[in-house]
C-alpha cells in the first residue's frame, strides 16, 4: 500500500510499505477513504516531536471501511464505515471508566519511555513518535486500528465523509476546548488564540456552547476571515493585543482564553532563537500572552500542542488572577456522538475549513504548503486512493 | 523481602560477621548485596484474581516481555531460562512465602546464574482503583555493577523490565490484550533494518 512517511526535517516521502495485519485480538483494519493532515503533524513535520523516527507513517485523522476485524472484536462489523478517533483507548481501565480517555493506561506499549519524560503516560496515539506508542497512522491506503470497539464510530448515514471526517480530532479537540471554558451562555466573552483549524472549530464550539462574543487572534488575514464567517470579531496578533482585547470588553478582559496554537507561535525572536539552539522545546508566545490577557478569575484552555519544557512562562500572573487551567488531548469518545448528532442536524459544517483536497501522493507537497501557511492553506484532506 | 537480614545494616558489618554470615546462608543475596527494585501498578481486577495468574507461575511468560521460559517442577518450583543482554542465565525458584490473595515470595535456588529473591504483594487500593500490585526485587547481576551499568545504557535495566511487565500485566488483566505495534506496517528505512534482525 501507499503511506505518507516522515524521512527527517521537513521531509516527507510516500513510500510503498507493507499492508497491515491484525496484530491483536481486538484489531481491525481501515480501508481509508479520507484522511488529513493536522497542525500537530507540522510538529512532527518539523522535527520538534522527540522519539519520531525516520520511516513512521503519520496520520491520526482518517475514516474509511472496515475491511477485516480480530476474533475478540464484537460490535465493529467488516463493511461498516467508519471514523476513527486519534486517541487508542481500552476502554477498561480507571481512566476509561471514568472517560477520561486520552489518559487511558492500556494502549501504549511504550509507556516507560513517556514516563520517564512526564511521570505518566498519557493513551497511544496514531501517526505520532514513538514516546506516544509509535502506532502507523492514517495517511496511508489501509490501517490497523487497535481497540475496534471502543475507538470508531460508525457511520450510520450516507453524510459525506467531508463532513465527519474531522470528528477523527479537531472538531472534537475544538469543541473540549471550548467546553473547558465553561462559559456562561450570553455573558462569556472568549478569546481564541490561533484560527488554524482547532481554533476555528474552538470559536464555532464557543458560540454553540451559548458565548456572548468570540474574539479571534490570528496574523493570516484569510484565516481571520474564516473566523469572522463563524460570528467572531477578529484581530490581528502582535504585541498590542492586550490592549485591543481590554478595549473590547470594557476593560475586563476575557473570561476564558484558548490557546489554539502551541508549540509552534510566531512572533518572539527570542523563542525562535532559543528553540533552534535546543535551549527550549516550544515556542509559547501565545500561551503567555494568553495567560496574562485573561480576565481575573478566568480560564485558560490549551488544546495547543506542547511538547516539553517552556520558558519565560508568566504564572505568577496565573496564579495571582486565579486562572483556571484546562488542557489536555481530547477525550474523543465522549464527543463523537454528540457532535455527530450536531453535524447531522446541520448545526454545524466541519467540511467548511477545508481549503485543499490532494491526492495522497502529493503529500509532501501538501505538509511544505501547509507548514508555510502559503495559498491560503487552512486545511488538507487527502485522497489514498489517488 | 526474603532476605532475614535487616536491609538498613550497614553492607560491611554484617558481610564480615560470621552469624550473619550464618543467618544468610539459605538466602539467595546474601547481605543485600544486590541493588532492590521496588515498582508497582494498580489493576482493575480483584487481588484474587491477580494472585491466581501470578501463582500460576507460567503465565508470567504471558507478560514477561523479554524472552522467557518458565517451567513448574513442582507446587512451589520453577526453572526459568531468561535470555539477557550478556547470554542466557538460568535458576531454580522456590517460593518462600504464599499468603493466597495477598503476597507470593520466592528466592532462587543455589547454583543460580543471577541469584535473586522477591515477593509481590496484591492490596486493595481506595475506592473502586483496584488492586495495587507491588513487586519487590533483588539480585546479583551478570557482571556485577558494571553489568548494572551497562545495563541501563543499554535501556535494559532491571527496574524497567519489572514495570514493563507490570504494565503488561495490567494490560492483559484489564483490556485482555497487551499493546504492541510489533509487524505493524512501517517505511523505509526502519523496515528494511527490521528485516535484517
Given amino acids: ?386 | 523481602m526474603a532476605s532475614s537480614t535487616p536491609r538498613q545494616a550497614p553492607r560491611r558489618e554484617s558481610s564480615l560477621t560470621p552469624a550473619k554470615k550464618k543467618a544468610s546462608a539459605g538466602i539467595s543475596v546474601p547481605g543485600n548485596q544486590g541493588p532492590r527494585i521496588v515498582r508497582a501498578v494498580t489493576i482493575r481486577k480483584p487481588a484474587s484474581e491477580l494472585y491466581a495468574f501470578w501463582r500460576k507461575v507460567e503465565n508470567l511468560q504471558l507478560v514477561i516481555k523479554e524472552p522467557v521460559s518458565i517451567t513448574a517442577t513442582s507446587e512451589e518450583e520453577s526453572h526459568w531460562v531468561v535470555t539477557a543482554p550478556t547470554g542466557t542465565v538460568e535458576w531454580d525458584s522456590l517460593i518462600i512465602n504464599d499468603e493466597p490473595g495477598v503476597l507470593i515470595a520466592w528466592r532462587s535456588r543455589e547454583g543460580a546464574d543471577v541469584r535473586n529473591a522477591g515477593s509481590v504483594r496484591f492490596a486493595a487500593a481506595p475506592g473502586d482503583e483496584g488492586t495495587e500490585v507491588t513487586v519487590a526485587l533483588e539480585y546479583d547481576p551478570p557482571g556485577g555493577k558494571l553489568g548494572v551499568f551497562v545495563a541501563k545504557l543499554a535501556g535494559e535495566d532491571a527496574g524497567t523490565q519489572v514495570y514493563i511487565t507490570l504494565k503488561r500485566l495490567k494490560a492483559l488483566m484489564e483490556a485482555g490484550e497487551i499493546p504492541t505495534t510489533e509487524g505493524q506496517s512501517v517505511g523505509e528505512p526502519q523496515a528494511s533494518a527490521k528485516g535484517k534482525k
Fill in chain 1, 1 to 386: 500500500m501507499k503511506a505518507a512517511v516522515w524521512m527527517g526535517k521537513k521531509k516527507m516521502e510516500v513510500q510503498e510499505v507493507a499492508d497491515p495485519r491484525i496484530l491483536n485480538p481486538r484489531d481491525c483494519i481501515v480501508k481509508v477513504t479520507a484522511t488529513a493532515i493536522c497542525g500537530s503533524d507540522v510538529h512532527l513535520y518539523n522535527g520538534l516531536i522527540p522519539t519520531l523516527e525516520k520511516g513512521d507513517i503519520l496520520g491520526h485523522e482518517f475514516m474509511g471501511e472496515v475491511v477485516e476485524v480480530g476474533p475478540a472484536v464484537r460490535k465493529t462489523k467488516v463493511g461498516d464505515r467508519v471514523v476513527v478517533p486519534f486517541t487508542i483507548a481500552c476502554g477498561a481501565c480507571s481512566h476509561c471508566t471514568r472517560t477520561e480517555w486520552s489518559c487511558c493506561d492500556n494502549t501504549n506499549p511504550n509507556a516507560h519511555i513517556a514516563e520517564a519524560l512526564m511521570g505518566y503516560s498519557p493513551a497511544g496515539l496514531f501517526g505520532f513518535s514513538h514516546m506516544s506508542g509509535g502506532y502507523a497512522g492514517g495517511q496511508a491506503q489501509y490501517v490497523r486500528v487497535p481497540f475496534a470497539d471502543v475507538g470508531p464510530i460508525k457511520i450510520e448515514s450516507d453524510i459525506p465523509d467531508e463532513k465527519v471526517l474531522f470528528l477523527s480530532d479537531i472538531f472534537p479537540t475544538g469543541y473540549m476546548a471550548a467546553e473547558n471554558c465553561n462559559i456562561v451562555p450570553g455573558r462569556s466573552v472568549v478569546a481564541v488564540w490561533g484560527c488554524g483549524p482547532v481554533g476555528q472549530f474552538a470559536i464555532r464550539s464557543a458560540f454553540l456552547l451559548g458565548a456572548a462574543k468570540v474574539i479571534a487572534i490570528d496574523s493570516i488575514p484569510e484565516r481571520r476571515a474564516l473566523a469572522e464567517k463563524a460570528g467572531a470579531t477578529a484581530i490581528p496578533s502582535g504585541d498590542d493585543v492586550m490592549e485591543t482585547l481590554k478595549a473590547m470588553t470594557g476593560g475586563r478582559g476575557p473570561d476564558a482564553a484558548i490557546d489554539a496554537v502551541g508549540m509552534e507561535a510566531h512572533g518572539s525572536t527570542y523563542d525562535d532563537v532559543k528553540q533552534t539552539l535546543k535551549m527550549e522545546t516550544d515556542r509559547p508566545f501565545a500561551l503567555r500572552q494568553a495567560m496574562s490577557c485573561v480576565r481575573k478569575a478566568g480560564t485558560l484552555s490549551v488544546p495547543g500542542v506542547y511538547a516539553g519544557f517552556l520558558d519565560k512562562v508568566p504564572f505568577g500572573a496565573v496564579m495571582a488572577k486565579g486562572v483556571t487551567i484546562k488542557t489536555g488531548q481530547t477525550h474523543m469518545q465522549r464527543y463523537l456522538h454528540p457532535l455527530l448528532a450536531l453535524v447531522e442536524a446541520k448545526k454545524i459544517d466541519p467540511s467548511c475549513i477545508i481549503t485543499h483536497r490532494v491526492p495522497l501522493s502529493e503529500a509532501p507537497e501538501a505538509y511544505a504548503m501547509f507548514n508555510a501557511k502559503t495559498d491560503g492553506c487552512i486545511k488538507v484532506v487527502l485522497d489514498p486512493s489517488r
